[in-house]
């Protein structure tokens, strides 16, 4: 099994920046891609970007294109979502999720409880 638990939320006014983490514990997450996903209140749960053991990264451009960015440290099995110029639409619980590389589908992974982000204007 694998537990992931994301810290760094809080309330930050436009403009602003955040930076969420995920540390994972219970196994080594080699071959596991590592992601970040968010649902705002009456919305479904949306991609965010994602960063595979290797280093690609992939991000949903129209959202946060130019804006966040992911990275990850293996050894410590922690992945990092730095948001800057954040805005009131970015408010939303952020979650963190792991798959395994051969599995494209997130929803097999694990995901953590999520943490929330507020963004007042």
């Known amino acids: 099994q694998v537990q992931l638990v994301e810290s760094g939320g809080g309330l930050v006014q436009a403009g602003g920046s955040l930076r969420l983490s995920c540390a994972a514990s219970?196994?080594?997450?080699?071959?596991?891609?590592m992601g970040w996903f968010r649902q705002a209140p009456g919305k479904e749960r949306e991609f965010v970007a994602s960063n595979t053991w290797s280093g690609i990264r992939a991000f949903n451009a129209d959202s946060v294109k130019g804006r966040f960015t992911i990275s990850r440290d293996n050894a410590k099995n922690t992945v990092l979502l730095q948001m800057n110029s954040l805005k009131p639409e970015d408010t939303a619980v952020y979650y963190c999720?792991?798959?395994?590389?051969?599995?494209?589908?997130?929803?097999?992974?694990?995901w953590g409880q999520g943490t929330q982000v507020t963004v007042s204007s």
């Open positions: 999720a792991a798959r395994k590389s051969d599995d494209l589908r997130w929803t097999n992974g694990y």
């Open positions: 219970g196994r080594t997450l080699s071959s596991y891609a």
